[in-house]
């Protein structure tokens, strides 16, 4: 999943040949999972027409300030357009387009969104050689990058007058993964490492059966997204679970048993910034585990169980700068169990769940949890999504790294 996903996306096309381009980039962009809208200047709808990009973009395309099309007139609102954008790509950027953005020149719908636009806008130069070396186009670029906004640069090929050299607008892959690198570099967690444990664990009690819990790993993934999100890259190590994840920042390690999580997370331990330890591991397991299915024979059966490893406490005992979080599932005296944890395995931060709590817990989709720092401060939060709770939960996360 592209870091770009669920964004909203305004792509502003202007008069250049390069505009044949823009129907690809649209595809590229849907494909990375953005809401794309298509915005364009008058004289692009020569190189490019609005059917092929409403279609592909699944959007009205906007390239007047009424719309002609209708009896009513609406007014096409370029102010609400601006506001729903994420990100604003002009691809391609003609050198009249250009100069007249850096000026502040507004006599189109394009013009006038870019100047209410208050997202990130990024412009991809598209014209001929000497067009793309002369001094006002220099000053343009200058001008529009001192005003924060970002150059996609164009390459050097065969240009569309036959003649070879820089203007070339950046192929569309160039100009979606140029974007993709400085949105993720924008990112609070950008070059972090985070460690997730998720889902429960089974330990086996013979080759059928197994010992386990209702844990259906929502949390976990929530989490490993919230981080993603945030920029980090996220290793994932996850018990058996039907939950999905797919994240260009997310490696997911599936694993089975609390033995294997403990191996797992030990491999990848030294080399994060934060773990944090959403699992439902079982804290014991069967001490001997049968080759052959257990027969049933007399009218009760015991099994001896001996203790599992408790992977966060070992964490605690070893680590160095990593930041550490756990999670505490209670059910009486609440804060101070918690309060407890926290302390005897060295962590962080300790996230509360109270089995009293309704819609709090295993298999429903809200939660409401309690975060207890290591400098003692309870912050409790209302009953949320899952989702919800991963974002407060990275949110809280950054502000004790940054405090
Ligand atoms: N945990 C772990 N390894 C285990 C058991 C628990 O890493 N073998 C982690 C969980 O992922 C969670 C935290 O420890 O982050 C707390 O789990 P919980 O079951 O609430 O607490 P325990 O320490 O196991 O204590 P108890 O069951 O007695 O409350």
């Not at 690198?181 to 950008?190: A, G, H, I, R």
């Not at 294997?260 to 397991?285: C, G, P, T």
Request: glycine content about 6%; proline content about 3%; overall charge neutral.
């Amino acid at each position: 999943m592209s870091i770009l996903r669920d964004k909203n996306i305004l792509l502003g096309i202007t008069a250049g040949i390069a505009a044949y381009k823009s129907a690809n980039l649209v595809r590229l962009f849907i494909k990375a999972g953005a809401n794309v809208k298509v915005v364009m200047t008058p004289a692009s709808k020569d190189f490019i027409t609005p059917l092929t990009l409403s279609t592909l973009s699944k959007n009205p395309v906007y390239s007047s300030f009424v719309d002609e099309d209708d009896a009513s007139q609406v007014w096409n609102n370029h102010v609400e357009l601006g506001l729903w954008a994420d990100y604003f790509v002009i691809a391609p950027a003609t050198a009249n387009t250009m100069a007249k953005m850096a000026n502040g020149v507004c006599d189109n719908i394009l013009l006038a969104t870019y100047l209410s636009a208050k997202c990130p806008v990024y412009f991809a130069p598209a014209m001929d050689l000497d067009m793309y070396k002369h001094e006002s186009t220099k000053t343009s670029f200058e001008k529009l990058t001192s005003y924060g906004n970002k150059m996609i640069p164009a390459g050097t090929g065969e240009l569309a007058s036959g003649l070879v050299g820089e203007g070339r607008m950046a192929e569309p892959e160039d100009i979606v993964s140029f974007i993709e690198k400085d949105v993720l570099s924008q990112l609070p967690l950008n070059g972090k490492k985070v460690l997730i444990t998720a889902g429960p664990t089974y330990e086996a009690l013979d080759p059928v059966r197994f010992i386990g819990n209702h844990s259906s790993g929502k949390m976990g993934f929530e989490i490993a997204k919230a981080a993603a999100n945030l920029g980090a890259e996220v290793i994932l190590v996850s018990g058996p679970t039907h939950q999905t994840i797919t994240h260009i920042q997310v490696s997911v390690k599936p694993v089975v048993s609390a033995e294997e999580m403990y191996n797992e997370v030990h491999k990848h331990f030294q080399s994060v910034d934060i773990a944090i330890l959403s699992a439902a591991v079982a804290d014991y397991r069967p001490k001997n585990v049968a080759d052959q299915k257990i027969k049933k024979k007399d009218a009760t059966f015991s099994i001896e169980l001996e203790k599992t490893k408790d992977i966060l406490k070992s964490l605690g005992e070893i680590k160095n700068n990593q930041f550490l979080v756990g999670f505490a599932l209670e059910t009486n005296n609440e804060l101070e169990h918690a309060k407890g944890k926290l302390k005897s395995k060295n962590l962080d931060l300790i996230v509360l769940n109270s089995l009293q709590d309704k819609g709090a817990g295993f298999g429903v989709s809200t939660n409401k949890v309690t975060f207890i720092t290591s400098s003692n401060d309870v912050i409790e939060n209302s009953l949320k999504s899952k989702t919800e709770v991963a974002e407060d939960l990275m949110q809280q996360i950054l502000k004790q790294l940054n405090a």
